[in-house]
């Protein structure tokens, strides 16, 4: 029995049709990582838990403290006790518990919680990940909307990023289960194109047909602007952690994904015809 926390998640709900389709006997985790009550109830009889509840969409540093850090802990504690098999936990390309960028740091400490776990693990680091209703191709694609006649590149937009299919990625964790391989490691993946923000951009209004003119954006303005702009919502429509991204190169190998799944990964500008879909204050204004 696998048990995914997270699982209404943006992967969780990839992953969710992956193991259904595939037959294995699964479940969505209901409670809270706060409760240790609730992880003690649904832990029984769990062999595999694929650890999929974060707070990064919120883009607070204490939430990601609560959920990630201190939920992960608390997971692993009753994990333990519960004998589960196996953890199976996302995380990001460039996740180090010394890194400047919280949400990096909060994905490194949870990283090195799980390797010192003394149960299995397979951490799976990724890079962003898109799809529909993701919160990075149609935010672009909306914040390129809402600035017409221009389209903004932050940092001149040309730090390379390797953006990955949401529905590859969850492939990726389905196989996980049943390969030996990946047994205590860190696996890295990410899409098989290296894109700037710039190239990400361009795609974008190719395919929905949106023209734009475009205007770089320094570095420093773009992470001031955001915080202005960002800095007065309490739960802003855009992650405050959405920029950092975009200053630092986000890459791994260009085959990992064939090389240690066998499979290639969809194509960016062959996957994002969803943005075409209307809806654009849904896009910025969902929970
Ligand atoms: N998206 C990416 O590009 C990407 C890339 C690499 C790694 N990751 C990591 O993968 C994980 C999942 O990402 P995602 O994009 O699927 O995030 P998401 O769409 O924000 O989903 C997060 C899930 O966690 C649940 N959750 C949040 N707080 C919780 C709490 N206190 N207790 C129990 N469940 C809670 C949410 O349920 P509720 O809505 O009910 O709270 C939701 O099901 C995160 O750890 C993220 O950092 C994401």
């Keep these: ?54 707070a990064e969409a919120r883009g607070n540093n204490r939430l990601l403290q609560h959920v990630d850090v201190a939920g992960t802990q608390r997971l692993i504690e009753e ?28 994905k490194g400490e949870v990283e090195r919680l799980v390797q010192r776990s003394g149960i299995p693990y397979t951490i799976v680091r990724s890079a962003t990940l898109f799809g529909r209703d ?5 935010i672009i694609f ?6 017409w006649p ?14 990955m299919w949401v529905e590859d990625y969850a492939h990726c964790l389905l196989r996980t289960l049943d390969r030996p391989a990946t047994l ?20 974008i209004l190719r395919v929905t047909e949106r023209p734009r003119i475009l205007l770089p954006l320094p570095p420093k303005m ?21 920029m950092d991204r975009f200053f630092m190169p986000e890459v791994t190998d260009l085959d990992a994904v064939q090389r240690q799944f066998g499979f290639q990964p969809a194509r960016f500008r062959e996957t994002i015809t969803y943005l075409n879909r209307g809806g654009m204050r849904r896009r910025l204004f969902r929970k």
């Design 142 to 147: 909306s914040l390129a909307l809402w600035s």
């Design 79 to 106: 994990a333990r006790r519960a004998g589960v098999g196996r953890l199976i936990v996302p995380s990001r390309l460039n996740a180090d518990p010394h890194a400047v960028q919280p949400l990096l740091r909060a």
């Design 1 to 54: 029995m696998v048990l995914v926390t997270g699982a209404t998640g943006f992967i969780g709900r990839s992953l969710g049709r992956a193991l259904s389709h595939a037959g294995a006997p699964w479940r969505p985790y209901s409670g809270r990582m706060s409760s240790a009550q609730s992880l003690r109830a649904e832990l029984e009889g769990v062999e595999t838990v694929i650890h999929l509840a974060g």
């Design 184 to 203: 205590d490691r860190i696996v890295t993946v990410a899409g098989a194109e290296r894109l700037s923000y710039r190239d990400i951009l361009l795609t």
């Design 134 to 138: 993701d919160r990075f191709s149609e």
């Design 222 to 242: 773009a992470r001031r602007s955001a915080a202005v702009l960002l800095g007065w919502w309490r739960w802003p429509p855009v992650s405050r952690y959405f």
């Design 150 to 163: 221009l389209a903004w590149a932050p940092g001149g937009g040309k730090a390379p990023m390797q953006p």
